[in-house]
C-alpha cells in the first residue's frame, strides 16, 4: 500500500508552472531547432527573450488528451507550445493578400534575385488570381536573359493569359506601356516580372527603383527561395530598402528547406509571406499558412500536434484537494459522481487508474469489486441524480429503506438491484478510502494538504 500511496503522491505533484530551469532547457532545444531552420541569429535572440517573457508563471496541465489518447506532457511540451503560438503569432497576415486599387487595374511588382522564382511565380499568381475571377495580363519585363520572355510567354499560352512584351524596348518602358494595354485587353490585374542579379547590384536596382516610379503599383512582391537560408535576410533587406516590399512569395518549399527565412524576413523587413510555391508546376502555388511554417520551423511537429487539441483533463489542483479529503473518509457520493464524469470526460476507464487520485492509489488498477464498466457510467450518473440530498449524504438510508431504492430506480430507469449495487460499491471505496488514510498517517503527507 505504502507504494501504491507514493505512486499517487508522485503522481498529483505534476508540474504546474513553467519555472526558469525547466524554461532554460527547453530554450537551448528551440534556440536550436531555430538556427537548424535558418532562421537568423538575432531574430532567434530576440524570439526566445519574448517566449520567455511569456511563458514563465504560465498555470500548466501535465495531462492532455490528444486524439481521444490521454497524454502525460512535460513542462517543456508547454514550452513549445507557447513557442509555436508566438511563431505563429509573429508570421500571421491580418488582411488580404493583395492591395487592390480603388479604379483602374491593380498592379503587382515580382522582384528578387536569378533563380528565385519569378517567372514561374509570375504564371502561378495569374492562375490563382484567374481563379478568383480576376482577368490578369503578365508583362514580360526582363529583357537581360532572351529566354526570360519566352518562358512567360510559354507559361501564358498554357494558362491562356495573355502576355505583354515590346521587343527591342526597355524594362521601364515595357512597364510604362503596360497599363494601356491592360486597359485595352480589358484587364484588371497587372503582374510584372522583372530581371533579377545573382547578387543585388545597383544597376539591378535602379532598374527596379524605375519600374517602380513608373507604374506606380499597389503591391511590390519580394520572391525568395527558401532554399538560400541565412542568406534570405541579406536579399530581403536590400530589396526592401530600395523598394519598399509589401510582401513575400516563399518558394521551393517543396524542398526540405525548414522556412526559416519566412521568420527573419518578416522580423526585418515587416513584409509578411503571403504566398507560398511548392513545386514547379503552375499549380503549386498557395496563400501562406503560419501555423503550419511555426510547426516546420520549430521542426517538432510531434510536440505541438500533441498539444494543438490541448484539452484540459485533470483539474490538477482540485484533485489533489479531493485526494485529500476522501482519504480522510470524507467522500461522498457527489465526489463518486464527480468522479464518474471525469471518467467521462477522459473517455476511458483505464485512465481513471492513471489520473484520479484514487486510482493512483491501486498501482494494479482498480480492485475488481471497486471497477465500473465504462458503458455503466451513464446509468451511474442516472442514477445518482435521482436521489434526495439526504441520500446523496446518507447512502445507508438505502440500505435501511428499501422503498428508497425502488424510487430511485425508476426515477433513473433502472433496475432496483443496479441501485443497490453502486450503493455497495460506494460504500466499498469510502471505506478503502477512509482505510488508506488511516493506514498512512496521512496528515502532511498529502499535497494539498497542510
Ligand atoms: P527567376 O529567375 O526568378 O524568374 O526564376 P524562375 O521562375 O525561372 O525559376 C527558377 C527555377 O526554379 C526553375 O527551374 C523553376 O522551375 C524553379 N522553381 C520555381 N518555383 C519553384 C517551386 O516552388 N518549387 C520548385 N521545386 N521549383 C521551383
Ligand atoms: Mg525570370
Not at 532562421?39 to 500548466?60: N, P
Not at 503569432?89 to 519569378?118: F, N, R, Y
Not at 500536434?305 to 482540485?318: A, I, R, S, W
Request: proline letters at 4%; glycine letters at 10%.
Amino acid at each position: 500500500l505504502t507504494r501504491g500511496f507514493r505512486q499517487a503522491r508522485n503522481r498529483l505533484a505534476g508540474l504546474t508552472e513553467l519555472t526558469a530551469g525547466n524554461i532554460d532547457a527547453a530554450l537551448r532545444e528551440v534556440r536550436l531547432s531555430l538556427l537548424e531552420a535558418d532562421v537568423e541569429i538575432g531574430v532567434v535572440k530576440a524570439f526566445l527573450a519574448r517566449v520567455k517573457e511569456a511563458a514563465v508563471g504560465r498555470t500548466l496541465e501535465t495531462r492532455v488528451k490528444h486524439a481521444g489518447e490521454v497524454h502525460q506532457v512535460s513542462a517543456s511540451d508547454h514550452f513549445i507550445k507557447i513557442c509555436h503560438d508566438e511563431l505563429e503569432a509573429m508570421m500571421t497576415h491580418e488582411g488580404d493578400e493583395i492591395a487592390w486599387a480603388d479604379s483602374g487595374p491593380t498592379g503587382i511588382m515580382m522582384v528578387g534575385l536569378q533563380g528565385s522564382g519569378k517567372t514561374t511565380s509570375c504564371a502561378k499568381l495569374s492562375r490563382y488570381l484567374e481563379k478568383q475571377g480576376k482577368k490578369p495580363l503578365l508583362v514580360a519585363a526582363d529583357m537581360q536573359r532572351p529566354a526570360a520572355v519566352e518562358q512567360l510567354k510559354v507559361l501564358g499560352e498554357s494558362l491562356k493569359i495573355p502576355v505583354f512584351n515590346i521587343p527591342g524596348e526597355s524594362p521601364v518602358a515595357i512597364c510604362a506601356a503596360a497599363r494601356g494595354e491592360a486597359k485595352r485587353l480589358g484587364r484588371d490585374v497587372i503582374i510584372y516580372d522583372t530581371a533579377g542579379r545573382l547578387a543585388i547590384d545597383e544597376p539591378l536596382m535602379q532598374e527596379l527603383a524605375q519600374i517602380k516610379d513608373a507604374t506606380k503599383p499597389e503591391n511590390v512582391f519580394l520572391v525568395v527561395d527558401a532554399m538560400i537560408g541565412q542568406d534570405a535576410v541579406k536579399t530581403a533587406r536590400g530589396f526592401n530598402e530600395r523598394l519598399s516590399i509589401g510582401g513575400v512569395v516563399l518558394t521551393k518549399l517543396d524542398g526540405d528547406a525548414r522556412g526559416g527565412a519566412a521568420l527573419s524576413i518578416k522580423e526585418v523587413t515587416g513584409a509578411p509571406v503571403l504566398f507560398t510555391g511548392i513545386g514547379e508546376t503552375t499549380d503549386k502555388f498557395e496563400p501562406f499558412r503560419a501555423d503550419g511554417m511555426a510547426s516546420r520551423i520549430l521542426g517538432m511537429g510531434d510536440v505541438v500536434g500533441l498539444m494543438q487539441d490541448f484539452e484540459e483533463v485533470v483539474d490538477q489542483k482540485k484533485a489533489e484537494k479531493d485526494a485529500a479529503r476522501m482519504l480522510q473518509g470524507d467522500f461522498t457520493l457527489e465526489d463518486f459522481l464527480d468522479q464518474v464524469r471525469m471518467i467521462q470526460k477522459m473517455g476511458s476507464l483505464k485512465d481513471l487508474v492513471d489520473k484520479l487520485p484514487l486510482g493512483g492509489m491501486f498501482p494494479g488498477g482498480l480492485p475488481q469489486d471497486v471497477n465500473l464498466d465504462d458503458r455503466e457510467l451513464v446509468r451511474i450518473e442516472a442514477i445518482i441524480q435521482s436521489m434526495t440530498r439526504l441520500e446523496k449524504s446518507d447512502p445507508y438510508a438505502l440500505v435501511r429503506e428499501p422503498k428508497r431504492v425502488e424510487r430511485i430506480a425508476k426515477g433513473s430507469g433502472s433496475k432496483p438491484e443496479a441501485v443497490s449495487e453502486l450503493v455497495q460499491k460506494f460504500l466499498f471505496m469510502r471505506q478503502m478510502m477512509s482505510g488508506l488514510g488511516q493506514n498512512m498517517g496521512l496528515m502532511g503527507k498529502i499535497p494539498g494538504m497542510k
